[in-house]
């Protein structure tokens, strides 16, 4: 099983300011990596898939790099809607399919 | 644009069987384009994918939970559902259907299914 590291766990930020979440696999996911937002009770939405495509509707504001192992989230300026949970999750290792254990953004 | 619903119960007993079915709408299960996954979430925690099931029935599944879960298609009724066996509290979980296509790009909104007697 691949396993995804998420780091950091909580990040506290202010509106309007860049945050850079990061998602380290246990191995080698190609650039098969998607990131998820999630609020509280909603399901997760996908914000990024393959490493760095923006799903449909998605704010310029959210861009995804990395490939292989180190992947980041950057989120270049904070609206007060970003601050939620965030997970990656790997598509490489079909069906076999990890999330990460999330990085809570919380408003500083 | 493509549209999950869960339903089913939302208490089950311990050692009984859990079953959801997610029905489609705005899309078909019967589209060779994607495939049909079901994912969980227990309460204050991550998530964790279950399996997955293309149009033709062929299944895919965590091996954590292969020994009790089952997964079908119902391509006239535009839904597939999830049985999971032999439930325990460690089960008790938010359960979502969603649509993989490189990452799950659709969601239902999700159902809480509590294990308690």
Do not use: M
Not at chain 2, 13 to 23: H, I, Y
Not at chain 2, 87 to 101: F, G, L, M, N, P
């Amino acid at each position: 099983e691949i396993v995804l590291t998420q780091s950091p766990a909580t990040l506290s930020l202010s509106p309007g300011e860049r945050a850079t979440l990061s998602c380290r696999a246990s191995q080698s996911v190609s650039s098969y990596l998607a990131w998820y937002q999630q609020r509280p009770g909603q399901a997760p939405r996908l914000l990024i898939y393959d490493a760095s495509d923006r799903a449909t509707g998605i704010p310029a504001r959210f861009s995804g790099s990395g490939s292989g192992t180190d992947f980041t989230l950057t989120i270049s300026s904070l609206e007060p809607e970003d601050f939620a949970l965030y997970y990656c999750q790997q598509h490489s290792d079909w069906p076999r399919y990890t999330f990460g254990q999330g990085t809570r953004l919380e408003i500083k | 644009q493509v549209q999950l619903q869960e339903s089913g119960p939302g208490l089950v007993k311990p050692s009984e069987t859990l079953f959801l079915t997610c029905t489609v709408s705005g899309g078909s299960v019967s589209s060779s384009s994607y495939y049909w996954g079901w994912i969980r979430q227990p309460p204050g925690k991550g998530l964790e994918c279950i399996g997955f099931i293309y149009y033709d029935g062929s299944t895919h599944y965590n091996p954590s939970l292969k020994s009790r879960v089952t997964i079908s298609v119902d391509t006239s009724e535009n839904q597939f559902s999830l049985r999971l066996n032999s439930v325990t509290a460690a089960d008790t979980a938010v359960y979502y259907c969603a649509r993989d296509d490189r990452g799950f790009d659709s969601w239902g909104q999700g159902a809480l299914v509590t294990v308690s007697s």
